[in-house]
Nanobody, 123 residues
Framework: QVKLVESGGGLVQAGASLRLSCVAS????????MGWFRRAPGKEREFLAR????????YYADSVKGRFTISRVNAKNTVYLQMNSLRPEDTAVYYC????????????????WGQGTQVTVSS
């Protein structure tokens, strides 16, 4: 298990950018595939992006491809989500998660979750 703490959320206007951070504590951060999810009010949790231990071949949901970028710095036990061109529909609580699988297929494959950080985008 790894403990995850997100930060970087806030209130921004449409078109702005935000960078979310997620710091992991515990052993072997490098062994985890890291992911970002979000849950908007009244909606189910949505997968956004994931990145494997090396940072190669990040994978994105179509809804954020081209606007969001996931990255990680293993030396800092940190994964990031750079969000550009934010829209009101991006308003949600954003969560990072860790998976022992190299190519997790869904949220059930992520065993550790952070508490979330709120992102609100005004129009």
């Amino acid at each position: 298990q790894v403990k995850l703490v997100e930060s970087g959320g806030g209130l921004v206007q449409a078109g702005a950018s935000l960078r979310l951070s997620c710091v992991a504590s515990g052993r072997s951060f490098i062994s985890y595939t890291m992911g970002w999810f979000r849950r908007a009010p009244g909606k189910e949790r949505e997968f956004l992006a994931r990145i494997n231990w090396s940072g190669a071949s990040p994978y994105y949901a179509d809804s954020v491809k081209g606007r969001f970028t996931i990255s990680r710095v293993n030396a800092k036990n940190t994964v990031y989500l750079q969000m550009n061109s934010l829209r009101p529909e991006d308003t949600a609580v954003y969560y990072c998660a860790a998976s022992r699988y190299s190519s997790p297929s869904g949220s059930a494959d992520f065993g550790s979750w952070g508490q979330g950080t709120q992102v609100t985008v005004s129009s």
